[in-house]
Structures are given as structure tokens and as C-alpha cells.
């Protein structure tokens, strides 16, 4: 395959990068798998990971906001440290 697939619309290299990505590279370059079968296969993992990314995010953002209530919250107190300059630096 040079330049750009008339099927999917791959370049080589998106071809090659999707391969890398799923693990078929070898598969992909001795011709088992076409760039079209791993452009696609690419694009559903990518949507499953968005996916799952976006679901997760809900349930933290969820769990978040329900346990933490006005009543126990909790005072913390973080140690600041104020930068001092340094002996051997001088600013011209």
C-alpha cells in the first residue's frame, strides 16, 4: 500500500500506527490483516476506551459530589514552605 487506501482512506503510516496500536503489526505487514480491517478495529477500541473513560469519569465525579457533605467536611492544614533564595544564584 502506497499513499492513501481507496477503501478506508488510511495512509500507510496510520495503517502502521493503528497496527503498533493493536498489537497485529507483524500480522498486519506479512498481509494476514488489511489496513481497512485494523483502520476499522482501531476506531472501535478507540470509541470502547472513550467510552469506558467517559463512564468512569461520571461514577468518580458521582461519587464525589454525593459522600462529601457540608457536615463532614474536614479542616487540612498543609505545610507551606516560602522559597528562599539561593546563595550562588544572583540575578543580574
Not at 496510520?14 to 507483524?26: E, N, W
Not at 467517559?54 to 458521582?62: A, F, G, I, P, Q
Not at 463532614?72 to 550562588?88: D, N, Y
Request: proline share 2%; with cysteine; net charge negative.
Amino acid at each position: 500500500m502506497i499513499g492513501t487506501c481507496k477503501n478506508c482512506g488510511s495512509t500507510e503510516s496510520q495503517a502502521i500506527a493503528d497496527a503498533k496500536t493493536l498489537g497485529l503489526q507483524q500480522e498486519f505487514q506479512s498481509g494476514v490483516y488489511t489496513c481497512c480491517q485494523l483502520a476499522q478495529w482501531a476506531q472501535e477500541q478507540w470509541a470502547a476506551w472513550f467510552e469506558a473513560t467517559h463512564e468512569d469519569e461520571l461514577k468518580n465525579r458521582n461519587e464525589l459530589s454525593g459522600t462529601a457533605d457540608a457536615d463532614e467536611t474536614e479542616t487540612v492544614l498543609v505545610p507551606v514552605r516560602f522559597r528562599q533564595r539561593v546563595p550562588w544564584f544572583r540575578r543580574a
